[in-house]
Each structure stands twice: as C-alpha cells, then as structure tokens.
C-alpha cells in the first residue's frame, strides 16, 4: 500500500510538532500561535445558548444566514463594494480551508502559486494539495518589504495567483500603501488573482488601520479577501473563518468547500454572529492588551539577549538569538529551539521553518516567539529565559 503522490511532498508541521514537545516538557508554549487566555464571555455565552437552542443541524453550506448577513455589512464597508451574503461570503472551516478550498477552486494542476517567504508554513501545502507549486519571493531582512524586482523574476508562464498575509506572520510587518500599490500594478500586469489572509486584520500596533488589498483599485474584481475568527476573538479552535470573492471566484468557491465539509459548525457560526456584532469597544480594548503583551515581550527579549523585530501588527516577533550569551547562540535553529523548549522551557519555532527557499541562508539564527499569552504567561518565560547559562 501506498499514499499519494500529492502527500510525499510535505512534512509533518512543526508548529504543531513544537507543541507538542512544549506539553511533553511542560514549556510556556510561545511556539504555536493561540491565546491562553480565555474568549470573550459573549462569544461563550451565545456558543452556548445555540447548542441548547435549535441551532445543532447542517445549516446552508456557505454559512449560516445571520452570520453572513453580519459579514457582508462588515465587508462592503471594509472593501467598499456591495457584498452579497447569498452571493459573495463563504463560511469555511477556518482560513485554513480558506486558502486550501480556495486554490482547490482556483488553480489547475501544474499552475504556479507566488508566495513570500518567510511565510506560514501551511501555504506550500496549500498549494500541493491543489497539485500546483508554491514559488516563494524573499522579503528580505531586516525591514520584510515587499521587493518589485523579486516578484517580477518569480513569474512564469505558468503563474496564476499571488498570496499575501497582512498582518503578516511571522514578521508582524503590515504591508505599507506603497508595497500594496507595487503589487496591484503587478498582479494586473500579469493577469493575476490575489488572495489575502487577513487572519490578523483586528491585531495592530501604533494607530495602524488595516487595508484590505481587495478594496483597492484594481484589485476588486481579481482578489479573494480571507478572514477568520480563531484570532481576533481567541477561539482557534472553533474552526470559522469565511472567504469574500466576487463572481464567478465566489461560486467556485462554495462549490469545492460545499463537497468537502458541507458547512463550518453551526451553534459555532451563530456565535460569531453575535459577537462580530459587538460594539467598537472590544476591538479598541483588545488592541490594548495585545499592546501591553508587545512591550512585555520586546522588553523581556530585549533583556534575555535576544533582538526581537518590533511587530507592526500580529503577535509575533522573530528574534535574533546570536546575540544572547550562551554556547547555544551557535547552534542552527531547529536544534536552539528544541533546546530552548527542552531544557529552558521555553518553546518557540526555528527560523527556518519559515522558508522552503535558501532556508539555511535566511532562517537560521532567528526563531519566532509567539506572544498572545497573558501578562503572568510572559513573565514565566522571562524567569525561564533568565536561567540561560553562559
Ligand atoms: C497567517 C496565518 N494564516 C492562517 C492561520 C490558520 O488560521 P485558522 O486557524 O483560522 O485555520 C494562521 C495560524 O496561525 C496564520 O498565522
């Protein structure tokens, strides 16, 4: 017996691995990027109210009405164009699917899919699934901006789409207006669609507004916006996130993710239509917290030796560990962070697991903390990080 072809390509993730050896070493796990703090009691309350209530069955297949109603006010605003919940919204089994039931709906086998590098480490995957190839671009240290000149040399005849995270994780960069207006000029030349994880859109830092691509000129017609909840409401178990793509991506769209799990959990989507309903207060409140958590750990990384790259949005920083005074600094980066989740207890992810290109060049002497813990949380892995022996 043997698998698929489609699944030899790939690794088992190490995000998840990392957890994994965190729960076996009892580490504060800052590896796999989930809060472990509690959501907010609305979300809980109506999650519970649904399954008590009649909201326990299938519900439509491209989400349940109320919550796409939600989205389609939210999204015609943040996009300025009219979305239709019955026509353009898609409630998916988190971004995830997202992106997988998106390049399953949207590319053919052997087409070329751009994406940046370092980058999540799910997106290679994505596109294997979809029997296309990941063609990464460098965003190159120390500022990760968006390089024309690098795109440009990564099309072939058989590229078709483009793949951008913003707020980006693992960087924590939010694309400035004038990367976003290279890469419009780019995809229209080439032809291109542009899907956008906006996983992170609610996560900023410093008065940062979130843009979304598909709002842009140029780019209404050709973008696939991907958003979810797992993050901005610290439910990443859940599974929901939605995709909002005009015709006729939309209806491709619906049709693969319609076959494949048939709907996002109910009781779940009719929670989130509540909660997407609250008032700008929780948004403005939880932007303050996760600031508080990005002073707490610049300042303890900064402390412990290593240089940490401030995030501009997300809760991620990849830090610099060549500095810090102990032999380890010398070690390649998979084997520090085994060390620093083994014997600190502190675990994290090697740098180059954010690459698939050059990886050695790029990934090593970083690893990626990931920082949406509670404040108590922070300051465990500041004591641990403290016993770093010289
Ligand atoms: C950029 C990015 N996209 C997608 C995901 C996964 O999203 P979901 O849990 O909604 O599938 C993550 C999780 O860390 C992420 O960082």
Known sequence: MYPATRTTNFNQSMIREMTRLAMQHDAVNMSQGFPDFDPPEVIVDAAVEAIRGAANQYTVTWGYPPLRTVLARQY???LGWTVDPDVHVCVVCGVTEGITTALLALLNPGDELIILEPGHENFRPSALLA????????????EYRIDPDRLEAAVTARTR???LNTPHNPTGRVFERD?????????NRHNLILITDEIYDRILYDGREHVSPGSLDGLV??????????????????????????????????AVHDYSTICAPTPLQAAASVALDQPTDYWAQMREEYRERRELIMEILG???FSAVRPQGSYYTMAGYR?????QAAWDSHRFARWLTTDIGVAVVAGINFYTRDREKHGEGVVRFA????????????????????
């Not at 909840?229 to 939309?250: H, I, M, N």
């Not at 500095?323 to 032999?327: E, L, S, Y």
């Not at 922070?378 to 016993?387: F, I, K």
């Open 76 to 78: 015609t605003e943040q």
């Open 131 to 142: 029997d296309a190839a990941a063609v990464p671009v460098l965003l190159e240290t120390p």
């Open 161 to 163: 789409a483009l793949l």
């Open 179 to 187: 990367e976003l207006d290279a890469l419009t000029e780019f995809v």
């Open 221 to 254: 017609e050709r973008t696939v916006t991907i958003g979810g909840l797992g993050k901005s409401f610290a439910v990443t178990g859940w599974r929901l996130g939605y995709v909002v793509a005009r015709e006729p991506l939309s209806a491709a769209i619906r």
């Open 303 to 305: 402390r412990a030796g």
């Open 323 to 327: 500095n810090i005074d102990a032999p």
């Open 371 to 390: 920082f949406a813990k509670r404040l108590e949380t922070l300051r465990e892995a500041s004591r641990r990080l403290s016993t770093i022996a010289v």
